[in-house]
């Protein structure tokens, strides 16, 4: 098992900045990569970063160049540093890691974030 818990979440102006951590706990030697996604009511889930084992990194087209994706090994942390952040932003943002032996998703509990003047 693996758990996974989410801070940092808030209200922010446009154009403004927030730091979303996920701490993991358990069987975290079985992660293969660990993901924030998003979701508005009414949508569909989608991925906004993603960290790998190896420390590859990726994003999606909306947050390039905005958001960047990092990890504590000794503090079993990811981060989502948000920059440059505009209403569209607004979401609940949730931690996912993947797993082997065997092949698992686990899912934190989310983060409010709301981006508004």
């Known amino acids: 098992q693996v758990q996974l818990v989410e801070s940092g979440g808030g209200l922010v102006q446009p154009g403004g900045s927030l730091r979303l951590s996920c701490v993991a706990s358990?069987?975290?030697?079985?992660?293969?990569?660990i993901s924030w996604y998003r979701q508005t009511p009414g949508k569909e889930r989608e991925s906004v970063a993603a960290?790998?084992?190896?420390?590859?990194?990726g994003y999606a087209d909306s947050v390039k160049g905005r958001f960047t994706i990092s990890r504590n090994n000794a503090k079993n942390t990811v981060y989502l540093q948000m920059n440059s952040l505009k209403p569209e932003d607004t979401a609940v943002y949730y931690c996912?890691?993947?797993?082997?032996?065997?092949?698992?998703?686990?899912w934190g509990q989310g983060a409010q974030v709301t981006v508004s003047s």
């Open positions: 996912n890691a993947q797993t082997r032996y065997p092949v698992e998703s686990y």
């Open positions: 358990g069987t975290i030697f079985r992660i293969n990569a």
């Open positions: 960290i790998t084992r190896d420390g590859s990194t």
